[in-house]
């Protein structure tokens, strides 16, 4: 990997606390990985306050040289044991003055406020929330509405990662648009390039043939998904494809049993296959011909990015910031949200047109290489981070 490090940046830098809620495995955890990596790799001080103890991304950071600190909560207390969060939000202020940041950047919905709250609290020069996707956990948790629009009042900068988020954040918070950035999620392409040379092993491993049609949707088994109109997709994606197989991966959120037994009741057993979470992610996209996408609302899809960049042509619901990764009739199909034949009838036109699905996965890769690099997007919030200074 090579590292590009403006001499500004290694000079202007000040230490940054990134406050999140928990270390496991999701789109903000991935980008706050790619972020802190590169920032680290050009010598800048980062620390990370993760609200829930443990998670898997902990030992990396801290095998990263980031120190790591925590709120002690474990999953289920916000909602069991709220109360805790007075101790989590002590703990995040001795956190600081331990470690004096400059900069304090908080991710997802209550740590942004918390966050917030607590940077203005110690005085922090610069305090960024960002905002990484719709605001409809408003509308499940009304409370957070009110968080929210504390979190924005109290924020240098809002960030957010893409013109649909900007939008929505407008609209429901009516806050001073001046106040956000527009910032990218970024993919490291390499090991998908690389992974793309593994596609027999892959297909071997997983027990696939050579020439059946593989479709994979990347996505937590969580109802926002829109797994099941995937599910009533596929079923006449088989119909004309007996062999096509569609690969489910992502962790159960509660909903894969209801998901095993819809495919059971429409007798497609052995062309759906749930594969849970994975670390092989570039691998499983190697041995994929499409990329699918069945949400029905989304920020900005780090997904979307991962496929491109593995060189797969996208077909993704036409929601939120989807619009933005994916071109439409140039690098992928955009789909009506909550219609499976609308669905089907996209990752059909691709079966039916290898050439084009090629084609299309290719000006997806060469995209992704222009728009969506790391470098990109660490540039961005270096020059936010360095208002600190000014």
């Given amino acids: 990997m090579v590292v590009i490090c403006s001499d500004t940046a290694q000079h202007m830098m000040p230490p940054v606390l990134f406050v999140i809620r928990s270390l496991g495995i999701g789109g903000a955890e991935r980008q706050l990985q790619l972020l802190v990596e590169r920032l680290q790799a050009c010598a800048h001080r980062c620390h990370v306050f993760s609200l829930e103890s443990g998670g898997p991304l902990k030992v990396w950071f801290e095998d990263l040289g ?48 918390m966050g917030a709250l607590s940077g203005r609290l110690a005085r922090i020069p610069m305090v960024i929330t960002g905002r990484r996707a719709m605001g409809t956990h408003q509308e499940r948790y009304p409370v957070l509405r009110h968080l929210d629009a504390m979190a924005n009042r109290l924020s240098h900068r809002v960030t957010v990662n893409s013109w649909a988020v900007w939008h929505d954040t407008v609209r429901r918070d009516k806050i001073d648009p001046s106040k956000l950035v ?5 993919v490291n392409i390499a090991p998908f390039e690389t992974a793309q040379l593994l596609r027999d092993s892959a297909r071997r491993n997983l027990g696939i043939r050579a020439d059946a049609k593989v479709m994979i949707t990347i996505a937590n088994l969580i109802p926002y998904k829109g797994h099941l109109d995937l599910i009533g997709a596929a079923v006449q994606v088989i119909r004309r494809f007996p062999d096509a197989v569609f690969l489910l991966v992502g962790e159960d959120r509660g909903i894969q049993k209801e998901l095993e037994q819809r495919v059971s009741r429409l007798g497609i057993d052995q062309s759906m296959r749930f594969l849970g979470r994975r670390n092989d992610i570039p691998e499983l996209l190697a041995a994929s011909d499409i990329s699918v996408l069945s949400s029905h609302e989304e920020g900005f899809s780090n997904v ?28 992928g199909w955009l789909a009506r949200p909550r219609d499976p034949k609308a669905l089907a009838e996209k990752i059909l036109d691709l079966l039916n047109d290898e050439k084009k699905a090629v084609a299309w996965g290719r000006r997806g890769q060469q995209r992704v290489k222009k728009h969506f690099t790391i470098d990109r997007m660490v540039q961005a919030y270096v020059g936010i981070y360095a208002a600190a200074r000014s």
């Fill in 66 to 113: 980031v120190p790591v600190f925590s709120g002690g909560l474990k999953i289920g207390d916000v909602a069991n044991a709220p109360w805790k969060l007075l101790l989590a939000e002590g703990r995040l202020l001795e956190t600081i003055r331990c470690v004096k940041p400059s900069v304090i950047h908080s991710f997802l919905p209550l740590t942004t406020f």
């Fill in 304 to 331: 979307i990015l991962e496929a491109m960049a593995a060189g797969l042509p996208v077909v993704a619901t036409d929601v939120g910031g989807n619009r933005e990764a994916v071109v439409d009739g140039v690098t």
């Fill in 182 to 186: 527009l910032i990218y999620n970024a």
